[in-house]
Nanobody, 124 residues
Framework: QVQLVESGGGLVQAGGSLRLSCAAS????????MAWFRQAPGKKRGLVAA????????SYADSVKGRFTISRDNALNTMSLQMTTLKPEDTAVYYC?????????????????WGQGTQVTVSS
């Protein structure tokens, strides 16, 4: 059974940092683009950051550029999102996703595999 499992969410004060991790099991995603999406209450799920299969091409939402960093370790079948200078508007459920594409894709419909999500809450 293919699974993506997120971890690392929690409650943090504004200006703080968190590191999210996504562990894949059931198959390797070393040839797949992966991404982090987030969904806040009452809002649509949107892309936070995406990375290609090699880890040398990335894309970020404008709202997180310069604050978040996506990375992956294909040997461990994991992906991470380092989040710094967190703001209350970053509060959301964060989802790990894997695409059937090798290159960066920014649209949710291109992602086939999804985790269950991890809550990130940033207090002001």
């Amino acid at each position: 059974q293919v699974q993506l499992v997120e971890s690392g969410g929690g409650l943090v004060q504004a200006g703080g940092s968190l590191r999210l991790s996504c562990a894949a099991s059931g198959r390797t995603f070393s040839l797949n683009a992966m991404a982090w999406f987030r969904q806040a209450p009452g809002k649509k799920r949107g892309l936070v950051a995406a990375v290609n299969w090699k880890g040398d091409d990335t894309s970020y939402a404008d709202s997180v550029k310069g604050r978040f960093t996506i990375s992956r370790d294909n040997a461990l079948n994991t992906m991470s999102l380092q989040m710094t200078t967190l703001k209350p508007e970053d509060t959301a459920v964060y989802y790990c996703a894997a695409s059937n594409s090798r290159e960066v894709v920014t649209y949710a419909p291109f992602y086939t595999y999804w985790g269950q999500g991890t809550q990130v809450t940033v207090s002001s």
